[in-house]
């Protein structure tokens, strides 16, 4: 009898964006929608920071994983992470990803690129090039300009959540399917903070 070969998963390291200021995001974001709806704009339970992007994994890379993050992370402490602004990647006015900025303390940032190393050390995963940036997506852009008015309205927000955090308490290894309607991510393994 054959064995059945199983798919590679695409997956990813996250912190989840929780709280008070995922539903102010995700208010602002309906109304954003209206002013520019050809943006593929990021759904409520999809706000997170990426810790790391791996790709697919084969299911049995995936418990390798699951234990790099125990190792990387099982001794460190939840922090409030303060919102900043919101920006682009490359900028505002070639903008592919608009996102919303966040601060993390350099010690979480130091097991962040600990984790990298250990993926690729282990797995083979390559390791990021750019300096580690902590930001939330909002939207994603392809071939159009966001409009002025919108990023008038980023401005405004920004300064409604100025002084705001988010608690940060765990780390989440992610399933990530694309589907036509946007992707879906599924939780597979989560470790708290201390």
Known sequence: MAKKVLSPVRNFVAIPLEGEIREILFNSVMKWRGMQPSLKWEKRGNFHSTLKFIGNSAPEELKIIQGIISQVFSDASSFCAPVTRIGAFPNMKRAR??????????????????????????????????????????????????????????????????????????????????????????????????
Request: aromatic share 12%; hydrophobic share 45%.
């Open 97 to 194: 990803v608009v996102w919303l900025g966040t601060i993390f303390p350099d010690e979480f940032v130091k097991r962040i690129n600990d984790f990298d190393r250990v993926l690729f050390e282990k797995l083979s995963i390559p390791m990021e090039r750019k300096p580690f940036v902590p930001h939330i997506t909002i939207a994603r852009v392809k071939n159009i300009h966001v409009v002025s008015s919108l990023i008038r309205e980023f401005e405004e927000f920004k300064n409604r959540i100025d002084g705001m955090n988010f608690r940060v308490t765990k780390v989440v290894h992610f399933k990530s399917e694309l589907r036509p309607s946007g992707a879906i991510h599924t939780p597979m393994f989560e470790l708290n903070l201390k």
